[in-house]
């Protein structure tokens, strides 16, 4: 049996992704001091600054949202190797993005408690892995698979981030998720080690001509009931190592979308 590792910044459970049952969100409903979650990097303008970050946020059409967000303490095994627990706290995403800017200069010396974020990979019954080309203006024009950040109010349950996979491949691909095969495959560091991704696996039940047919039918109504659409489109990448190796780096070369003709030349 494959240990746990860590490649880079990247910790895999093992080799086969953590059944969800054995994934457990340890949630404590508390926002710790300011001095505290700074870890040295406080100041008296602190307040200041996370005021009109509260306000930049607030703007129409930021595509963020200042809720409160989970934030990563340790990663603990529960009764042996194949139970896990995630232990995390809560942070205002303001909070989160003050001491981020903070961080920039020296980040190599500080260590800041992390927001934790989700990526549930989606899985076709082809074995195709879906990506949505981003409309909004958060991360807008990359091409992502289904996420989300861990807003929540009061205390969240143990499923939590499984749940979290359910409601956003039902917002982003528009597919009904109760016959959705969810697994753990692991933990990644984000950008400078400030934020701590969940990856959940997805198997769907469906084809890919399916969620490109449930994709479409969401941005019509999207669009009918006059709200936003998040993607504007769908790519299939095939769920081979060196497709989503070449496709990761931009090398890409092959028929991504057969349903609106998509095909990438080297990545473009």
């Known amino acids: 049996m494959t240990q746990n590792k860590s490649i880079g910044r990247v910790y895999v459970f093992d080799s086969t992704s953590l059944p969800a049952s054995s994934f457990h969100v340890t949630h404590a409903p508390i926002t710790r001091p300011l ?48 139970d896990k627990a995630l232990i995390v706290f809560d942070m ?3 909070t989160y993005q003050v001491l981020r800017a903070r961080m920039n200069g020296d980040p190599d010396n500080h260590m800041l408690t992390r927001c934790t974020n989700l990526i549930a990979f989606a899985e076709t019954r082809e074995g195709d892995f879906v990506f949505g080309h981003r409309t909004v203006r958060h991360m807008g024009g990359a091409y992502l698979p289904p996420a989300g950040f861990s807003t929540h109010q009061g205390k969240v349950r143990g499923d939590f981030f499984t749940t979290l996979s359910r409601e956003e491949l039902s ?23 400030r934020n701590i991704t969940v990856v959940t696996h997805a198997i769907l039940p469906y084809t890919k001509k399916e969620v490109e047919e449930a994709f479409t039918n969401l941005n019509m109504r999207l669009k009918n009931e006059g709200k936003p659409t998040e993607h504007s489109h769908l790519l299939y990448v095939p769920g081979d190592e060196k497709s989503v190796g070449s496709f990761l780096s931009g090398a890409y070369t092959g028929e991504l979308n057969p349903f609106k003709g998509i095909y990438f030349e080297d990545g473009y």
């Open 92 to 94: 205002k995403y303001s």
């Open 35 to 82: 001095e505290d979650e700074c870890l040295g990097l406080y100041d008296d303008k602190m307040g200041e600054d996370i005021a009109e970050m509260q306000a930049n946020l607030q703007r129409p059409g930021s595509g963020q949202f200042d809720g409160t967000v989970l934030s990563f303490d340790r990663l603990l095994d529960v009764s042996g190797y194949r």
């Open 171 to 193: 917002e982003e691909l528009g597919v009904p998720t109760d016959d959705v095969q969810l697994s753990y495959s692991g933990m990644s560091s984000g950008e400078d080690s």
